[in-house]
């Protein structure tokens, strides 16, 4: 089911070797553009005339009426509610430790500059709700924005044929977190809503949150216009493991992630070809028992996911460090000095004991993550996500004049002696 890619003896790794997607954003772009250019000149009518054609709903209002949410969490089975506040809990520990404090800093005797962190003034927050309506989305992206102390949050997922609401849990989560601004909308409709405007909604400063390709290419279409977190498209996963790892332990977690969409990623990269024998067996055993198992197969079968057989462990973490994974786990002997070592990764799981799903709920991390390899140059969504430093500048007359020559030098280096003489100016020069 997985093909096999073998990087043995080899002295460098050709990117087009790798697993990857099919993953086009631009021709996405180009499909979704039009449908961007209709929100952004005619507001709500043409969101409401794509979710009826693709969502099956007729939407009156693009907002969830309040009694909705209510009704959502007081409904909510209590187990569920408790694991839910568990997971609440744990990523309100961890990222309430990514809070700043300004920065102030004496350049010279009466020259100062403070960094200050401010908040984004307001957001939109994109669940998805497909395949998978992900209510643990609500949470990484709510917590991180309110710990940022963000004053506006709206959130956004797709509604439900059957309801024509976004899905339950989703709305009860929302609630549990006292997020009242929620609207049944989904896919590139939702990010043109809050780069734009549209009804009751207004347009925002930044949007964040997972989603497909047409997401993706959406949050890439309005970038500029406003903010977005990073280009977090469809799940992946990559394994790195010696044949000190369980078999079962590794096929389960690659399993895991395919059955989140027939497009995700599943790789194994390994030096050890019994290792590779003994995940292939159990793949191929375990999908035959999953609820998802035709999802699963697609994904595990197609271009995005492999085994990368490797000469040893050293080799493994520079294919690792290429292919620069959403989620990568380490499970070989002496994991964590290896994940110390991985310069590119969304997040990495180390050890038997730190499955990529413990991340996806209850680890205390986040998992809205870069993906396509975005995790060579963006990171996952946190607290720092929301926050813009400002610098402010504070010199006094002794502290400008100590280094006003230098000023004017650089200027006239430059060319642009006006600025030497905005100094020069404050001493009758």
Same mark, same amino acid.
């Given at each position: 089911?997985?093909k096999r890619?073998?990087?043995r /003896?080899?002295? !460098?790794?050709?990117?087009?070797?790798?697993p990857?997607?099919?993953?086009?954003?631009?021709?996405?772009?180009?499909?979704?553009q039009?449908?961007?250019?209709?929100?952004?000149?005619?507001?709500?009518?043409?969101?409401?005339?794509?979710t009826?054609?693709?969502? /099956?709903?007729?939407?009156?209002?693009?907002r969830v009426?309040?009694?909705a949410?209510?009704?959502?969490?007081?409904?909510?089975?209590?187990a569920?509610r408790?694991?839910? =506040?568990e997971?609440?809990?744990?990523?309100?520990?961890?990222?309430?430790?990514?809070?700043?404090?300004?920065?102030?800093?004496?350049v010279?005797?009466g020259?100062?500059?403070? =960094?200050?962190?401010?908040?984004v003034?307001?957001? *939109?927050?994109?669940?998805?709700g /497909?395949?998978?309506?992900? %209510?643990?989305?609500?949470?990484?992206?709510?917590?991180?924005a309110?710990?940022?102390?963000?004053?506006?949050?709206?959130?956004?997922?797709?509604?439900?044929r059957a309801t024509?609401?976004?899905?339950?849990t989703?709305?009860a989560?929302?609630a549990?977190?006292d997020?009242?601004?929620?609207?049944a909308?989904?896919?590139?409709?939702?990010?043109?809503?809050?780069?734009?405007g549209?009804? &009751?909604?207004?347009?925002?400063?930044?949007?964040?949150?997972?989603?497909?390709?047409?997401?993706?290419?959406?949050?890439?279409?309005v970038?500029?216009?406003?903010?977005? !977190?990073?280009e977090?498209?469809?799940?992946?996963?990559?394994?790195?493991?010696?044949?000190?790892? !369980?078999?079962?332990?590794v096929?389960?977690?690659?399993? @895991?992630?395919?059955e989140?969409d027939?497009e995700?990623? #599943?790789v194994?990269?390994?030096?050890?070809?019994a290792? %590779?024998d003994?995940?292939?067996? =159990?793949?191929?055993a375990?999908?035959?028992?999953?609820?998802h198992a035709?999802r699963?197969?697609i994904a595990?079968?197609g271009?995005?996911?492999?085994?990368?057989?490797?000469d040893?462990?050293?080799?493994?973490?520079?294919v690792?460090?290429?292919?620069?994974?959403?989620?990568?786990?380490?499970?070989? =002997?002496?994991?964590?000095?290896l994940?110390?070592?991985?310069?590119?990764?969304?997040?990495?799981f180390v *050890?038997?004991?730190?499955?990529?799903?413990?991340?996806?709920?209850?680890?205390?991390?986040?998992?809205?993550?870069p993906?396509?390899?975005?995790a060579?140059?963006? #990171? *996952?969504?946190?607290?720092?996500?929301?926050?813009?430093?400002?610098?402010?500048i504070?010199?006094?007359? &002794?502290?400008?004049?100590?280094? @006003?020559?230098?000023?004017?030098?650089?200027?006239?280096?430059?060319n642009?002696? #006006?600025h030497?003489?905005a100094?020069?100016?404050?001493?009758?020069?």
């Amino acid at each position: 089911m997985l093909k096999r890619i073998d990087l043995r /003896g080899s002295t !460098d790794i050709p990117a087009g070797l790798l697993p990857r997607a099919r993953f086009d954003v631009a021709a996405a772009l180009a499909e979704i553009q039009p449908l961007l250019d209709a929100i952004a000149h005619h507001g709500a009518d043409p969101i409401r005339r794509v979710t009826a054609e693709r969502d /099956g709903v007729e939407l009156d209002s693009l907002r969830v009426p309040a009694e909705a949410l209510r009704d959502a969490l007081d409904s909510l089975d209590p187990a569920l509610r408790g694991s839910l =506040e568990e997971a609440v809990s744990r990523v309100r520990a961890v990222h309430s430790a990514q809070r700043r404090e300004n920065l102030v800093t004496e350049v010279a005797p009466g020259g100062v500059v403070t =960094e200050r962190f401010v908040p984004v003034r307001r957001v *939109g927050l994109y669940v998805p709700g /497909g395949l998978a309506p992900l %209510a643990s989305s609500v949470v990484m992206n709510v917590v991180p924005a309110q710990l940022a102390g963000v004053p506006q949050i709206a959130v956004a997922s797709p509604p439900q044929r059957a309801t024509g609401l976004p899905d339950v849990t989703i709305l009860a989560v929302c609630a549990m977190l006292d997020v009242t601004e929620v609207y049944a909308v989904g896919g590139p409709a939702a990010i043109g809503m809050f780069a734009y405007g549209a009804d &009751e909604c207004a347009p925002v400063d930044m949007i964040t949150g997972p989603g497909n390709i047409y997401v993706t290419a959406a949050k890439r279409a309005v970038r500029g216009l406003v903010g977005i !977190d990073a280009e977090a498209g469809t799940t992946e996963i990559a394994v790195l493991a010696d044949d000190t790892a !369980d078999a079962a332990h590794v096929a389960a977690d690659l399993i @895991s992630q395919a059955e989140h969409d027939p497009e995700a990623a #599943s790789v194994l990269v390994t030096p050890s070809a019994a290792l %590779a024998d003994a995940v292939d067996a =159990e793949v191929k055993a375990m999908v035959d028992e999953a609820r998802h198992a035709q999802r699963i197969r697609i994904a595990l079968s197609g271009p995005q996911s492999g085994i990368v057989l490797v000469d040893d462990l050293e080799q493994g973490l520079s294919v690792v460090d290429a292919y620069a994974a959403e989620h990568l786990e380490i499970q070989t =002997e002496g994991a964590r000095e290896l994940a110390m070592r991985v310069t590119n990764a969304g997040a990495i799981f180390v *050890g038997p004991y730190s499955p990529v799903s413990l991340g996806d709920y209850c680890a205390g991390s986040n998992h809205i993550l870069p993906t396509g390899g975005c995790a060579r140059h963006s #990171s *996952g969504l946190s607290v720092t996500s929301f926050l813009r430093p400002i610098q402010v500048i504070e010199y006094d007359r &002794e502290a400008l004049a100590a280094v @006003s020559d230098d000023v004017v030098r650089l200027a006239e280096a430059e060319n642009l002696p #006006s600025h030497g003489k905005a100094v020069t100016a404050r001493f009758g020069r």
